[in-house]
């Protein structure tokens, strides 16, 4: 992770939250991370992989934090970055991470 984020990325979820994943994407790339607000136990982010980030409410998945690492353990210092970031990560050391602030604004 660049330097620039790494100081930001201190606000790792708590253990036993859970994360959304989308399963069914895992073979696809780039890797795509968005984080919302947390609220019941959900820790704000989801995460998938392709192109497309789909509607459909079956799309993502709970998954335990602490379980991110046997499917994409590539993302785990990622998950500290705060709400209203997002990331999008390669197999060949592409990484891009910003701001976006209409993750914090109503139903994101």
């Known amino acids: 992770?660049?330097?620039q984020?790494?100081?930001l990325a201190k606000e790792h979820p708590e253990a036993g939250s859970k994360l959304g994943l989308a399963l069914s994407t895992l073979s696809q790339v780039p890797i795509n991370g968005m984080r919302v607000a947390p609220?019941?136990?959900i820790?704000?982010?989801y995460i998938w992989c392709g192109e497309e980030l789909s509607s459909n409410s079956d799309?993502?998945?709970p998954l335990h934090v602490e379980h991110?690492?046997?499917y994409l353990p590539q993302v785990q210092a990622y998950l500290g970055l705060p709400p209203g970031y997002r990331f999008l990560i390669d197999n060949n050391g592409y990484e891009d991470?910003?701001?976006d602030s209409s993750l914090l604004e109503g139903n994101a």
Do not use: T
């Open 1 to 3: 992770m660049d330097n």
């Open 43 to 45: 820790n704000g982010w």
């Open 68 to 70: 991110i690492v046997k």
């Open 97 to 99: 991470i910003w701001y």
């Open 59 to 61: 799309f993502f998945g």
């Open 5 to 7: 984020f790494k100081d």
């Open 39 to 41: 609220e019941n136990g």
